[in-house]
């Protein structure tokens, strides 16, 4: 029997708008800090949660395909009954996410540990 230490090392890309002066007020973001922490948390919230629809925290947001076209989500509706797509006004407002690379840049090694 061997024994292996593996290390994936991987790279995602995104482009995050925020807009500050529409952002919802449910979003728990600090007074403090700056947009670009928000930013940096989504982004790694988002790799965290690959193809979970709804961020806890966050709700539903809007994400772009690589054309700059919201991507339907199907949700939940009142009744329990599925609905797609999500309607607009249930997105989180003053977020946008567009993935330009996930899971596509990614580097392996490995060695033998015993």
């Not at 940096?40 to 629809?53: F, I, N, Q, S, V």
């Not at 700059?68 to 607009?88: Q, R, S």
């Not at 407002?93 to 060695?111: C, F, H, M, N, R």
């Amino acid at each position: 029997m061997k024994k292996f230490k593996v290390t994936v090392t991987r790279v995602d890309e995104y482009e995050i708008e925020i807009d500050e002066n529409n952002l919802d007020k449910e979003i728990d973001f600090p007074e403090n800090s700056e947009p670009i922490d928000l930013a940096k948390y989504l982004a790694l919230t988002w790799m965290r949660t690959e193809g979970k629809y709804f961020k806890e925290g966050y709700g539903y947001i809007k994400e772009l395909d690589k054309d700059g076209k919201v991507k339907g989500i199907p949700y939940t509706k009142e009744d329990g009954e599925f609905g797609y797509p999500l309607p607009d006004d249930r997105y989180t407002t003053g977020i946008t996410v567009k993935p330009l690379s996930q899971d596509e840049d990614y580097e392996i090694d490995a060695i033998v540990v015993s």
